[in-house]
């Protein structure tokens, strides 16, 4: 379907463009949300006739949403949740919880606004996108954490989660007693003896295992 745009669409193109798009997409998300419309005769006389003011309200938009984005841009998030041993949420982190966590630091937000490609499954710093407008995208952060002191701890940059796997894969053994005085000389003359101390109470023609 041909549609003229009312407003710059990601991946689309801008304000008055026309374009072809799926039939779907236009009928469910574009033209319901009054993003775009029809682009057959009627319709672009209309736009034509409205071009102007149309630009002139995506400006004023848009200069409320760079105010905004100043005001949101880098907010971080703490969000505790339970985990696994691995980091591994029990349940996951999604659009309503990064707008009632925004909600928190004062920042209203609508879910619509929130931009997330899965959602959150494990504990760490995760970037978040804001789209405050079409043309206006600030990035939040989300810190998922199982306590407030873990929290801070990945707020300052510590990677838990790689913390996590490299105790799991530290390979458990025991350490010899030694005497923690005793010099590299001492040590190599303390085993020496006990070797020949071995081999001298091993009997005559007996062989040793």
């Known amino acids: 379907m041909d549609i003229i745009l009312l407003e710059r669409v990601e991946k689309l193109g801008a304000i008055g463009d026309v374009v072809t798009v799926r039939d779907g997409y236009a009928r469910n998300y574009l033209l319901p949300n009054k993003k775009a419309l029809r682009a057959n005769e009627a319709n672009k006389k209309v736009f034509e006739a409205n071009r102007e003011r149309l630009e002139q309200e995506n400006a004023e938009k848009r200069t409320e949403a760079e105010k905004q984005g100043d005001k949101v841009a880098g907010?971080?998030?703490?969000?505790?949740?339970?985990?696994?041993?691995?980091?591994?949420?029990?349940?996951?982190?999604?659009?309503?919880?990064?707008?009632?966590?925004?909600?928190?630091?004062?920042?209203?937000?609508?879910?619509?606004?929130?931009?997330?490609?899965h959602p959150i499954k494990t504990i760490g710093m995760f970037d978040v996108?804001?789209?405050?407008?079409?043309?206006?995208h600030v990035t939040v952060k989300a810190n998922v954490a199982r306590s407030p002191d873990e929290a801070d701890q990945q707020a300052q940059g510590v990677d838990v989660l790689a913390a996590m796997f490299e105790e799991e894969?530290?390979?458990?053994?025991?350490?010899?007693?030694?005497?923690?005085?005793?010099?590299?000389?001492?040590?190599?003359?303390?085993?020496?003896?006990?070797?020949?101390?071995?081999?001298?109470?091993?009997?005559a023609g007996e062989e040793q295992a």
């Open 129 to 136: 996108t804001v789209a405050l407008h079409p043309e206006v």
């Open 75 to 117: 907010t971080e998030i703490v969000l505790i949740r339970a985990s696994s041993n691995s980091g591994q949420l029990y349940g996951s982190v999604n659009v309503r919880d990064i707008v009632a966590g925004l909600e928190e630091k004062g920042h209203k937000i609508d879910k619509k606004q929130v931009i997330m490609g």
């Open 169 to 203: 894969a530290a390979p458990v053994g025991f350490t010899e007693a030694y005497d923690p005085n005793a010099e590299p000389g001492d040590v190599a003359a303390i085993q020496a003896a006990e070797a020949a101390e071995d081999e001298a109470e091993t009997p």
